[in-house]
C-alpha cells in the first residue's frame, strides 16, 4: 500500500516561505497524481494543488494562483509544495494525497493520505 509522508511545516511570519515535501514509498512518476490539501481549524479540507501522474498537468486553487507552487522529483518520488508570500489564513494543517490517474478537487477521490504537517503564519 502506498504511503505518504509530509515534512518542511512550520512557523513563519507574514510575508515567509516554505517548502514542503511530500516523499511516497514507492515510484509514482505515470501511477498516482499527487495533491496537497489544507485544513485550517473549524473548516473543511480544502484542495490546494495537484500535479498530475505524467507531471505534465498542475492545477491550483484560485486564490493561491502566484504564491504557491508545486513540483516533483521522480527520482526521490517526491512531491513539493512551494509557499512564498505567506499569510495568517494560509495558517493550516497540510496534507498531501494520491489517487490514479488524474488530478481531482474532491478529497474524497484520493485513496492515500499523509499523515499532515503544521503550517502556522504569525507576526
Known amino acids: 500500500q502506498l504511503q505518504l509522508v509530509e515534512s518542511g511545516g512550520g512557523s513563519v511570519q507574514p510575508g515567509g516561505s516554505l517548502r514542503l515535501s511530500c516523499v511516497a514509498s514507492?515510484?509514482?512518476?505515470?501511477?498516482?497524481?499527487i495533491g496537497w490539501f489544507r485544513q485550517a481549524p473549524g473548516k473543511e479540507r480544502e484542495g490546494v494543488s495537484c500535479?498530475?501522474?505524467?507531471?505534465?498537468?498542475?492545477n491550483y486553487a484560485d486564490s493561491l494562483k502566484g504564491r504557491f507552487t508545486i513540483s516533483r522529483d521522480n527520482a526521490n518520488n517526491a512531491v513539493y509544495l512551494e509557499m512564498n508570500s505567506l499569510k495568517p489564513e494560509d495558517t493550516a494543517v497540510y496534507y498531501c494525497?494520491?489517487?490514479?490517474?488524474?488530478?481531482?478537487?474532491?478529497?474524497?477521490?484520493?485513496?492515500?493520505w499523509g499523515q499532515g504537517t503544521q503550517v502556522t503564519v504569525s507576526s
Open positions: 514507492e515510484f509514482i512518476l505515470d501511477y498516482y497524481s
Open positions: 494525497a494520491a489517487r490514479r490517474l488524474t488530478c481531482s478537487g474532491d478529497r474524497s477521490r484520493y485513496d492515500y
Open positions: 500535479m498530475s501522474s505524467s507531471g505534465g498537468s498542475t
